[in-house]
């Protein structure tokens, strides 16, 4: 799964802006669309509500006559986005839209209508398994330029829209804000949506105590993409844990501590065979940070030992439980997206979805984490489609 890139939208609309730097040596006057980026995404979540999209259209040179300008749906642009940008999506119903002004005049002496809704109905009605276009273009008497139509993409709204990059960075408890469900665990799985972007670094931790038992890529013998359990009594891994770089990968790990026997989920699909510790626990994660380097270790997110040990790239839905998931569990659909925060046996639930500040929020017991810095917050459409 790759992060969302917007620079195709950005290259077609300055070549149309271009063309319209062109067309105006061509033609006394005419209409066309002043944004650069003319491709709007509509997000349809579960709901009827009405949701508004906006067009507007400048002249190439002002008038002495007041000028009409017509707004009107263009089903015959819906080939023509698909075909430049590889896609197959659906014409949109005009059921489920309607432009609040379809004539708007541009008084004479002025070169803009300003802004024109679009507004999106009936939502709840639509079927948004699939993606749906709905082009608008502009007219008046003189005619348009080549960048007279704007884009509206309706889909299913994301289940994650933004995540945190951890790099150089990390996520403690808040102080005296230990994590009392995290104590004595006999049983635990680990689940989280990750993005490495590089492996930097021998050592790089995606989360626990270090010393105690810790789930971190890399060691002295271990590629530094490879995920190895760090315990009190010994570390296993295996050589198919190894995590593929700038792309999402759905997570899990699961241990119990009466067997020892500790499996890695990528995507929903076992890695390798199951491994067994010589650790028998229990676990205890209910540890605030202490001194790094004489005292007691704490829980981190992103962090064991120093800072040069960090995870270099983005992370979201991160949980913990006090019970090993089945395989059928982690394969439900959706549920590396999304779980109910009063799950049986889930402990904590940090979604890294704030967008703003230095916390990161538990959603299951209160337990929320303070980052080192404030991370960046990295706008993103999962699961992919």
């Known amino acids: 799964m790759k992060i969302k890139s917007y620079f195709p939208v950005v290259l ?7 063309s319209c730097q062109e067309d105006t040596e061509n033609f006394d006057n005419a ?7 003319n491709v709007t995404t509509i997000s349809v979540k579960a709901s009827s509500e009405t949701l508004t999209g906006y067009v507007e259209a400048n002249l190439a040179k002002k008038s002495d006559t007041d000028v009409p300008v017509t707004f009107y749906a263009n ?3 819906v080939a023509d986005y698909n075909a430049i940008y590889s896609k197959d999506y659906l014409e949109l119903p005009s059921k489920y839209y309607r432009i609040s002004q379809s004539v708007v005049t541009i008084p004479a002496g002025a070169n803009t209508t300003g802004k024109v809704a679009v507004d999106f109905i009936n939502l709840g009605e639509l079927d948004v398994t699939s993606t749906y276009v709905l082009p608008v273009s502009i007219s008046c008497p003189f005619g348009s330029l080549s960048n007279d139509t704007y884009y509206f993409i309706i889909r299913e709204a994301a289940m994650v829209s933004v995540v945190a990059d951890l790099n150089d960075n990390f996520a403690v408890f808040l102080e005296g804000n230990q994590a009392i469900e995290m104590d004595a665990m006999n049983q635990i799985t680990v689940q989280a949506l990750l993005y490495p ?13 270090e010393g105690q038992y810790l789930l971190r890529f890399g060691d002295n013998g271990v590629p530094p993409n490879q995920l190895q359990l ?3 009594n010994g570390n296993v891994t295996d050589a198919s844990w190894q995590l593929d770089t700038n792309s999402w990968t759905e997570f899990t790990f699961t241990f119990d501590c009466a067997t020892g026997e ?17 650790f028998r626990g229990p ?11 004489d005292g007691p270790r704490g829980f981190y997110i992103g962090y064991s030992y120093n800072s040069d040990r960090c995870f270099d790239g983005n992370m979201a839905e991160v949980r913990v439980w006090n019970r090993v998931l089945t395989e059928e569990e982690i394969n439900q659909p959706f549920q590396a997206y999304s779980v109910e925060p009063d ?12 967008g703003s500040g230095n916390l990161f929020h538990d959603y299951a017991n209160g337990y929320d984490l303070k980052c080192n810095a404030a991370p960046g917050w990295i706008p993103v459409a999962l699961p992919e489609k």
């Open 12 to 18: 077609m609309a300055g070549m149309a802006l271009a």
């Open 197 to 209: 972007r590089d492996f930097r670094n021998q050592l790089n931790t995606l989360m626990g105590i």
């Open 75 to 77: 089903p015959a642009k």
């Open 230 to 232: 760090a315990t009190s």
């Open 31 to 37: 209409v066309f669309a002043p944004s650069l980026d």
């Open 262 to 278: 500790a499996k890695v989920y990528f995507n929903g699909v076992k890695k390798g065979a199951t491994q067994i510790s010589d």
């Open 283 to 293: 676990i205890d994660w209910n540890t605030a940070s202490g001194d790094i380097t």
């Open 343 to 354: 799950s049986p046996g889930l402990v904590a639930y940090w979604k890294l979805d704030e």
